[in-house]
């Protein structure tokens, strides 16, 4: 069973250009996460999706981030512009939520770099 | 206070021996916990989760939850090299809101 999957692996971009995130979720799992993970960090949530609602985005800093996930499956999530201190890495993680089971399995992350 | 707490580490112990692994966290109301190990440059990998007050087996991995303790635990029995890595706690409340500690830094030594 291919695991989440997200692209581009790495990005290099100049501060204040935008820059997006993709991710495709285990098949399956209903519920989407993006995380941003700083060094020496544990991951923190940005936004949460329940299929294609978001359920919790409070720690999603709306002025820059937005993100979107159409029909429920695929998710982007956008910077724009960005700054320097978004230089971090960009986690997505799926879960099937049923009853108590709801394991969350990360994808192999984004490294943005912002010079 | 953090919601979710970890000594940082470095925890060092000698192949064979058990690692202990401990996290505290702050809402009474928190139901699911979660164990992930992360390596250098890769992202979290999922080896154990517990619901339930007591112990939970899984090869050499034992997760021990004490909800009126608001302590979990992860022991590594037969520690290998190969566990060395960065040990992630997470901790889930009523609302599924998730939260992670910032990690325990473990070093197997041959």
Known sequence: ?115 | QKEVEQNSGPLSVPEGAIASLNCTYSDRGSQSFFWYRQYSGKSPELIMFIYSNGDKEDGRFTAQLNKASQYVSLLIRDSQPSDSATYLCAVESNNNDMRFGAGTRLTVKP
Do not use: M
């Not at chain 1, 989440?4 to 993709?22: D, L, N």
């Not at chain 1, 209903?30 to 060094?39: F, I, P």
């Open chain 1, 1 to 115: 069973e291919a695991g989440v999957v997200q692209s581009p692996r790495y990005k290099i971009i100049e501060k204040k250009q935008p820059v997006a995130f993709w991710c495709n979720p285990i098949s399956g799992h209903n519920t989407l996460y993006w995380y941003l993970q700083n060094l020496g960090q544990g991951p923190e949530l940005l936004i949460r999706y329940e299929n294609e609602e978001a359920v919790d985005d409070s720690q999603l800093p709306k002025d820059r981030f937005s993100a979107e996930r159409l029909k429920g499956v695929d998710s982007t999530l956008k910077i724009q512009p960005a700054e320097l201190g978004d230089s971090a890495v960009y986690l997505c993680a799926s879960s099937f939520r049923s009853g108590q089971s709801h394991e969350q399995y990360f994808g192999p992350g984004t490294r943005l770099t912002v010079t």
